[in-house]
């Protein structure tokens, strides 16, 4: 980027924003004619590998010319990063990424493939060093995740968790939903440096979401915890409801249901042995108990896949502490789904 500043002999070239303050020393330095003799200056500030360039004036006694320029200076980089808004400073590229306050920490939100998505910031390191992370579903912009997750969340940004979320909208677990959710990983990835394994957190409908996902990308697949979390398209919503996120008629999806519903999925998850937990209802009338996390634990322990189900008796799709305040669930995610029971 080229970058004019008023009344100062010099124009600089700054190929990175990484250390905008050293490019502004830099150049300080260069209408204080440190370096001395006119001509052009290049040099590469060891921090950060920004190069910059500039035309530095012979030296002389005009003292106050000096300062008006260093004070010129100062007032077009500081009006270049007011017009640059925080998303130079939030790791993203696109137009419409912002930082936010929620969940008590810091939140990227950015677009992939044309979808809101979201990034929470651990409010301290994780004490192995790595950067683990959860990836909830369902996530709609303006609504979930809901604030009935703040005591779950805030414990996991305790232990070094960034949290993640995209809108795919009501996909239902379709191909181009599945997508999206790669496009996410790999932004995640690349762009923050998260593990290269995401422990997964479905919430109801995010279950067809999440676990289609899963089941084409075991390896990136650390452990799933889910909460009354929807497995069987059949149950919910129905193949009627569902097949137009899919582009099918009800009865092509019928014909197609093996490839896309999660409880029939399971095999690559359980080869590579990803530990699974489910907290569910057995009062629940959206999401039933026995279709959904039921027989999902029954067929994964049939193809030898560590599950367990914590089955909360007479309650159902609520939010209450059983479900949301779960020190199980806790537990589960910090330690990798270890203690799943096979």
């Known amino acids: 980027m080229n970058f004019n500043t008023p009344g100062i002999a010099g124009n600089l070239r700054i190929s990175s924003f990484s250390n905008a303050y050293g490019v502004y020393v830099f150049s300080v330095l260069a209408c204080s004619r440190l370096w001395g003799g006119r001509g052009s200056r290049r040099a590469v500030l060891p921090a950060s590998g920004v190069r910059a360039t500039a035309m ?15 004070s010129l200076l100062k007032s077009s980089w500081l009006l270049m990063f007011w017009s640059m808004g925080p998303a130079a400073f939030a790791g993203e590229t696109s137009p419409e990424a912002r930082t936010s306050k929620r969940f008590g920490t810091e939140c990227r939100e950015f677009n992939v493939d044309g979808r809101y998505a979201f990034v929470l910031l651990p409010t301290s390191p994780a004490d192995d060093g790595t950067k683990p992370w959860l990836w909830y579903a369902p996530t709609f912009e303006g609504g979930h995740p809901e604030p009935s997750l703040g005591w779950l969340f805030t414990r996991l940004l305790q232990n070094g968790f960034a949290i993640a979320g995209i809108d795919v909208g009501e996909s239902y677990g379709s191909p181009q939903g599945r997508k999206s959710y790669t496009m996410l990983y790999e932004h995640l990835r690349q762009r923050h440096g998260l593990a290269a394994q995401a422990s997964l957190l479905p919430q109801s409908r995010g279950g067809l979401m999440l676990y289609n996902w899963a089941a084409e990308n075991p390896e990136k697949v650390k452990c799933i915890g889910g909460i009354y ?3 069987d398209l059949e149950s919910y919503p129905g193949l009627a409801r569902a097949c137009g996120a899919y582009g099918l008629t009800e009865s092509q999806l019928r014909q197609q249901l093996a490839d896309h519903n999660p409880v029939q999925r399971l095999a690559p998850l359980a080869r590579t042995r990803i530990p699974i937990l489910h907290v569910h209802g057995d009062a629940d009338v959206g999401v039933p108990l026995e279709p959904n996390s039921a027989e999902l634990v029954k067929r994964y322990r049939e193809l030898a896949g560590p599950a367990e189900l914590i089955v909360v008796r007479g309650k159902g799709h609520e939010v209450i502490p059983e479900f949301f305040e779960n020190q199980r669930l806790i537990d589960f995610f910090l330690n990798g789904g270890d203690h799943a029971s096979p």
Not at 56 to 70: L, Q
């Open 229 to 231: 979390t929807v497995c």
């Open 56 to 70: 530095i004036p012979r030296a002389n006694n005009h003292c106050k010319e000096m300062e008006r320029r260093i």
